[in-house]
């Protein structure tokens, strides 16, 4: 299984150590695509129907990561694809769960505990 995932951050740092931690995994991950915010992430979902997960940070400008799961969640389409929340506020954990989060992780993220996870809900995904 080969994942495609979208890492949604505003902090360019948080990004690229995501996306470093996710590349020691090339047999669970394939392709990384990135957004700095919620409305740039609906473009990448737009753009490549192919995204199988969303790593999404909640505090970001422009649509911050609530607006963007009640807008993503909206689309019956978008059902299909897990949303792991990865944030510092865990009093917005029960917050993003109901607004439809399959989980919730907060940072500083441990490497084996979101792979763990990815596994967890990806693993009826057929790549």
Avoid: C
């Amino acid at each position: 299984m080969s994942l495609n995932v979208l890492v949604v951050d505003d902090d360019f740092i948080n990004r690229k150590l995501i996306q470093a931690l996710l590349k020691r995994h090339t047999q669970l991950v394939g392709q990384i695509f990135e957004a700095e915010n919620g409305s740039e992430a609906l473009k990448v979902l737009k753009e490549h129907p192919e995204i199988d997960l969303i790593l999404l940070d909640i505090l970001m400008p422009v649509l911050d990561g609530k607006e963007f799961l009640k807008i993503f969640r909206a689309d019956q389409e978008n059902s299909r694809i897990p949303v792991i929340v990865l944030s510092t506020d865990d009093t917005q954990k029960t917050t993003v769960l109901n607004l439809g989060a399959e989980d919730f992780i907060i940072k500083p993220i441990g490497e084996e505990d979101l792979v763990q996870r990815i596994r967890y809900w990806t693993q009826n995904i057929e790549s």
